[in-house]
């Protein structure tokens, strides 16, 4: 027993892979949060007026609202005036190819695996790489506008595409909902707009590289997906963050709109600096995301992995509205040394017929805490709704904790909820064996974690299933036995 | 190739092997029969590194090597195998990628590349059928809902697919019906060589009819306490272990 526990610090203590910070010159306005630093905002990103007064009454509403405070979570207080609340990359001429860009941060893409030039080639998959807060490229922009689609930095959208914007932004995640998204469509700095047009299939997967790169820089992403009648999109997300020693508060916003017939598959891997393991520095991640069946035969699917910041707080839920629709959340969190995560979803059933499936799967390691959150509602009317939730928890070592908060709200009897949960310990007998087959402890325990998270890296797009995989391996070295 | 001298192991302060002497050469196949608390399963878990076992004296050499200062994953990628007596199942990993992962590593080891998929291919489907082993066994998650003489026909499959130079079976023909039994004894019998060698922990007879040893060894308390041919498996059978319990009820410890 001690002794396999030992081992297991010893392989979940390792430090943070991709500690490096790029040098690229920042264009950063001093810390603080005033009507004027909005209007700095809305102006250095020469916004249309609709947008600088929604940023606007954002903020107004948010001066009135409190942080919330009910997570299994426990940080230090967080100054909102200590935040800068812009940095961009110094304002580059358009660029018509990769020669174009900053080496430097060619390099930083690289560093990653993501390599533009690579992605160019090989391709299959269009990335609006974001760094800090400005969309710095885009590709394979021509080739989706021959389809109609539109996917561009959310700066773009507001300016291009402000109809779009003005009608569903803050749709699904109103100004009103929480702390947090308030704070996010006050400030917010960029992220990416898509639109699928009706009956469209888009042909390649939509992928978006986040990353943090400017030492106190708060990040606040807006993403807004909005797939018409019958069309399908699959969406990426990752992020790796670089090393740092303070807090960054990160609050983003997702918002997704699924018409009638449409189908949106969004997948997330996010690795942001979680922190060294004395818990000192790492993100703050707190984020909305939400998507709404707003048509009947629609459906939206979460599916994350969640490795990184040192405080998770984010629940993508899926709002089913649309008679016979569907809503997915599948969930791997892993949290080591002194992580805290709080994550999971609400599936609310407004329409007939609908369906939700929810599968979480918590990884606590080292002195982390690993909670699970979910809330089932189901509308008076929504009849023969149907949900299945299932919540595991693995634990590595006896001195992290994992925890299920599963809430039901059933309002109509026709309903058909089930729930199951179980709770286990990463099995010394199972590490042995593999010893045994000749396979180390460290690989063991990423083979064995791996094993306990294949249904929902099943339901990622290949390409990131792999990444995935190395990325829980990774996440857990120096921890189990 | 394989030599255990004057081996003593405590279990949680209980002394378990009392000075143990076992000699295996390459192309043997040794029988180690014993009363239930002999000491049996703590032997093969020794031999193989598992932890909870104190090692308080003497030596267990595997080709010259002491193979005491090696962790188990080591002790493996020397060619130490072990068939476990209650396999363990692991969730959501498939056989195959489990044994490709196995067999690479062993490679590493070696100081080889990964085998070519097409390569390991092949030779999991000739090993299929070397231990009658049902393909379908193969494409499940590793032992997981398999039923016992299911999850004893894989640690054969795993065996053979691994190629090890020694063998433990940890009492493998346990909780086998006659059929079973029969297809594993089989599968050891077809992996036998002048390269390799069996440790063939049992404690019935009944195993030794399919798999014939060269040597039989009898632990009683903690040491080997009679040593002879298959003749000696026979004779257990036919007086039972009150035999020998009574012959050798005083060990001086």
């Not at chain 1, 909820?417 to 045994?436: L, M, P, R």
Request: net charge negative; glycine share 8%.
């Amino acid at each position: 027993m001690a002794g396999s526990d030992k081992i297991l610090e010893e392989i979940t203590s390792s430090e943070y892979k991709y500690g490096f910070t790029s040098n690229i010159e920042s264009d950063t306005i001093p810390p603080g949060l005033t009507e004027e630093t909005i209007r700095f905002i809305s102006a250095k990103k020469e916004e249309p007026e609709f947008m600088l007064e929604y940023r606007l009454k954002a903020y107004r509403h948010w001066l009135t609202i409190k942080e919330p405070h009910w997570a299994h979570l426990k940080y230090p207080e967080i100054d909102y005036q200590s935040i800068s609340y812009y940095s961009a990359p110094k304002k580059q001429k358009v660029l018509n190819s990769l020669d174009e860009v900053d080496p430097e941060l060619l390099r930083t893409f690289e560093k990653l695996g993501i390599s533009l030039v690579e992605q160019m080639r090989l391709s299959g998959v269009a990335v609006d790489a974001v760094l800090d807060s400005v969309s710095v490229k885009t590709t394979f922009k021509e080739k989706l506008s021959e389809l109609g689609i539109i996917f561009c930095s959310f700066s773009d959208a507001v300016k291009e595409h402000p109809e779009l914007i003005k009608k569903f932004m803050g749709s699904v995640v109103p100004i009103t909902d929480n702390y947090f998204s308030a704070l996010n469509a006050a400030v917010f700095s960029d992220g990416s707009f898509c639109y699928i047009p009706k009956g469209v299939r888009c042909p390649m997967e939509l992928s978006t590289y986040f990353r943090i790169n400017s030492a106190g820089t708060g990040q606040f992403e807006r993403t807004l997906i909005v797939a018409d009648e019958g069309s399908y999109v699959s969406y990426l997300e990752g992020c790796t963050a670089p090393m740092r020693d303070e807090n960054q508060l990160h609050a983003a916003v997702v918002e997704i709109v699924a018409h009638k017939d449409a189908e949106v598959k969004y997948s997330t891997v996010q690795n942001w600096y979680p922190g060294n393991k004395e818990g000192k520095g790492g993100i703050y991640n707190f984020v909305t995301k939400r998507g709404i069946c707003l048509g009947d035969n629609s459906k939206i699917s979460w599916t994350q992995v969640e490795t990184g910041s040192a405080i998770t707080w984010k629940y993508p839920s899926v709002i089913l509205k649309g008679n016979n629709s569907v809503g997915e959340f599948y969930s791997i969190a892993v949290t080591n040394n002194m992580q805290q995560a709080d994550t999971g979803t609400k599936m609310t059933h407004i329409g007939k017929n609908t369906k939700s499936t929810i599968v979480s799967k918590g990884i606590a390691a080292g002195k982390s805490n690993n909670s699970y959150r979910g809330l089932v509602r189901i509308n008076k009317g929504a009849s023969k709704a149907r949900n299945y939730s299932q919540c595991d928890s693995l634990l590595m070592g006896d001195r992290c904790g994992a925890h299920t908060f599963p809430y039901l709200e059933i309002n109509d009897k026709t309903a058909v909820v089930e729930h199951e949960a179980t709770t286990s310990k990463i099995g010394e007998d199972q590490i042995f064996y593999c010893n045994q087959r000749g396979i180390d402890t460290e690989k063991a325990i990423g083979l064995i974690v791996n094993g306990y998270c294949r249904e929902v890296l099943n339901k990622l797009p290949m390409e990131f299933a792999v990444e995935a995989q190395k990325l829980l391996a990774v996440s857990l070295e120096g921890s189990v036995g | 190739m394989l030599e255990i001298k004057n081996l003593k192991v405590s279990v949680e302060g209980k002394e378990i092997l009392k000075g143990l002497n076992l000699k295996v050469n390459k192309g043997e196949v040794h029988a180690i029969m014993g009363p239930n608390g002999a000491g049996k399963s703590t032997l093969a878990s020794v031999i193989a590194g598992k932890e909870d076992y104190e090692v308080t004296g003497g030596s267990i050499l595997f080709n010259g090597k002491d193979i005491l200062e090696l962790s188990p994953d080591e002790r493996a990628k020397e060619g130490v195998f072990l068939a476990f007596q209650y396999p363990i199942e692991i969730p959501g990993v498939s056989t195959i990628n489990f044994l490709k992962t196995a067999v690479n590593e062993i490679r590493a080891h070696k100081g080889m590349g990964p085998m070519e998929a097409k390569e390991f291919l092949a030779m999991l489907k000739e090993k299929q059928k070397l231990v009658q082993i049902d393909t379908n066994l193969t494409g499940r998650s590793v032992n997981e809902g398999f039923s016992g003489g299911e999850k004893k026909r894989n640690e054969i499959f795993q065996m053979a697919m691994l190629n090890p130079q020694l063998a433990v079976l940890d009492e493998t023909d346990s909780g086998l019906d006659i059929d079973a039994l029969r297809i594993v004894a089989e599968g050891v019998n077809k992996l036998r060589s002048k390269e390799n060698a069996f440790l063939v922990i049992t404690h019935y007879q009944r195993l030794l009819e399919y798999i014939i040893p060269d040597f039989v060894h009898v632990l009683y308390n903690g040491q080997i306490v009679k040593s002879g041919t298959r003749e000696l498996a026979l004779e257990l059978e036919s007086k039972g272990y009150d035999w020998i319990k009574k012959e050798f009820s005083e060990i001086p410890a």
